[in-house]
């Protein structure tokens, strides 16, 4: 084994059978010794922190995308400047070789619309440890035996990304094989090398389950995954129920952002929040404190600081801790973007009411096998709601919603229906969006 991978191995060893935190109040006492460990000796490494004194996170600023960007020269410790880093990434994605990197730092850009696309580093050391908790908490415990057995054949996993970077070729060993496909080649290319490949573990976005569990039950594709990992997006009901229903597994979700590794689900099905080794305040969305924006501080990281940073994405809480017993907070969803919160006026006053774009899927949901598939645009008043559907959809579309007006009490949009379209699967899929909000109403959580 090389040192590379024997550094995998030790955190992946580490993560999987190393002494865990067993209580909340356990859990929380090492993040905070891990801050404090932080804050003190990687913090001062980067010029925008050099000659501050911080003794407290909340010390800091909540910070977003844009200051990441805006501030990157002066929040990474190895003197990177962004026109560098983004060039090399752009290079990388234009010739889609992903190799190069500025002396051990990978450089990747997030996947954005264009204009507002971010730039990551990771270094090889922050590359290691990513691999090993990533493979930790997504290879089941069934498939574990066959990555220490030098005998046994390698685990094969099938990858299809957006844009394949070195991060992902780290993962890769004797004992595991990563084979990465291209989502801009699309699934039909894909197939003749997936079913050469017969894959172990498949990942990739639930658009690309989705579409891989239809040529499976077509019978041009006959693969057999044990593990089934949805990333990259919302992985909505529908979608897992598909996805099961063609491959006999339920898949698992990796809440995987370049921001850090978030979120994964455990053996017993439970989304939990990768509290152990990013630390993530709730900034809360409702009153009822199960909806929440994560701010994160990612104190395993010390080349492009992740500090207090608030992503765009809506959490809710399960309403009960998990069977396996992890301190770690449950989600019962990863919902979907800030900006796929649609806004209704409230009946009887001037408030904006929140409409979750849960709430707004499982209206679809409700309307039964007629709707196949969806997408609802509110421009103001109006909301478009685009289907590929049954007859008689409409009607059940139309009821669900009124029944959902009725439970937020909300002033009802006018739903104007129209034929839904397919999309390319690299392009991110957003089936419920806010392309504009209703006039002259404050919308803000
Ligand atoms: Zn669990």
Known sequence: MGAEALAIAAHFARTRWGSAPGSRDALEAHQRRALRRFLREVLPRAPMYRDRRVRDLTDLPVMDKSALMGEFDARNTRGIRLEDAMALALRAEASRDFTPTISDVTVGLSSGTSGNRGVFLVSA??????????????????LTPR?????????????????NSNLYETLG?????????????GVEAALPALRALRPDVLVGTPQ????????????????????ILSVAEVLEAQDAAAVEQAFGVRPHQLYQATEGFLGYTCAHGGLHL?????????????????????????????TQLIVRYRLNDVLRLADAPCACGSPERTL?????RCDEVLWLPARDSARAVPVFPDAVRRCMALAGPAVREFEV??????????????????????RAMAELWARLGVRPPELVFGDWQAQDLHLKRRRVRLAQLPQGLSCTF
């Open 147 to 163: 990555l220490l057995t030098p005998w046994a054949p390698p685990i094969r996993v099938a990858f299809f990304l957006r844009a």
């Open 173 to 185: 060993s004797r004992r595991i094989r990563f084979a990465f496909f291209d989502l801009l080649a």
């Open 332 to 336: 019962a969803a990863i919902e979907g």
């Open 274 to 302: 990768n509290e152990r080794f990013v630390h993530i305040e709730p900034q809360w969305l409702d009153e009822a404190r199960t909806r929440f924006q994560p701010v994160v501080t990612d104190f395993t990281r010390e």
């Open 377 to 398: 645009v509110q421009q103001g008043m109006r909301w478009h709601v685009r289907l590929a559907a049954s007859p008689g959809a409409q009607v059940l579309v139309v």
């Open 208 to 227: 690309l389950l989705r579409a891989l569990a239809a040529e499976q039950r077509a019978g041009r594709l006959d693969i057999r995954p044990s593990h």
């Open 125 to 142: 050391a922050e590359r290691r440890r990513w691999a090993g908790i990533l493979l930790a908490r997504a290879l089941p415990p069934a």
